[in-house]
T-cell receptor, first 113, second 113 residues
Framework: KAGVTQTPRYLIKTRGQQVTLSCSPI?????VSWYQQTPGQGLQFLFE???????NKGNFPGRFSGRQFSNSRSEMNVSTLELGDSALYLCASRYISGANVLTFGAGSRLTVL | DQQVKQNSPSLSVQEGRISILNCDYTNSMFDYFLWYKKYPAEGPTFLIS?????DKNEDGRFTVFLNKSAKHLSLHIVPSQPGDSAVYFC????????????FGKGTKLTVNP
């Protein structure tokens, strides 16, 4: 089985721009979650999508948004980028029933200049 | 409000000795706990988990202990190997498959040859 695929792996943007990150979950996984990792802050939950609906949302400003498509692929968007948005953005997928084990992708490293 | 705490940012041990990584949580509704390992430039990978109905779970060199009354869990690695050097994240959630995972900030383990 292919793992969770995230694109792009690395990107550089400037303040004020927007960015869209993509995630393809493991085949058959219908839930996709997004996390932000910054030095010293661990993994902070952004949101989770299931069957194209946002099911959970973390404490991030409205500049952070996401969506899920009918094939379970997901995108997240950050508008009006700030320097503090520089981070590793991780996508994870899982089956919705049973154990709460997330399978993560390798992440998208965003640098905001 | 940090619900999952890993108070040691780093830990250094000698190869062959035991590594003990600690994690505390504050939310009494958490009843499922996981450990993830993360190498640089890779996403976190699932290591081991434990349900609140157990106090110990073992998988090869890795054992997780749960003390519900103290809201504390620990990961033991015996014997430690240089390849175990990574950042270890503790995570917690409620049951049911619909709860988000809440992560700690991570502990960087270095195993010296």
């Amino acid at each position: 089985k292919a793992g969770v695929t995230q694109t792009p792996r690395y990107l550089i943007k400037t303040r004020g721009q927007q960015v869209t990150l993509s995630c393809s979950p493991i085949s058959g996984h219908r839930s996709v979650s997004w996390y932000q990792q910054t030095p010293g802050q661990g993994l902070q939950f952004l949101f989770e999508y299931f069957s194209e609906t946002q099911r959970n949302k973390g404490n991030f400003p409205g500049r952070f948004s996401g969506r899920q498509f009918s094939n379970s692929r997901s995108e997240m968007n950050v508008s009006t980028l700030e320097l503090g948005d520089s981070a590793l953005y991780l996508c994870a997928s899982r089956y919705i029933s049973g154990a709460n084990v997330l399978t993560f992708g390798a992440g998208s490293r965003l640098t905001v200049l | 409000d940090q619900q999952v705490k890993q108070n040691s940012p780093s830990l250094s041990v000698q190869e062959g000795r035991i590594s003990i990584l600690n994690c505390d949580y504050t939310n009494s509704m958490f009843d499922y706990f996981l450990w993830y390992k993360k190498y640089p430039a890779e996403g976190p990978t699932f290591l081991i988990s434990i349900s609140s109905i157990k106090d110990k779970n073992e998988d090869g060199r890795f054992t997780v202990f749960l003390n519900k009354s103290a809201k504390h869990l620990s990961l033991h690695i015996v014997p430690s190997q240089p390849g175990d050097s990574a950042v270890y994240f503790c995570a917690a959630s409620g049951q049911g498959g619909s709860e988000k995972l809440v992560f700690g900030k991570g502990t960087k383990l270095t195993v010296n040859p």
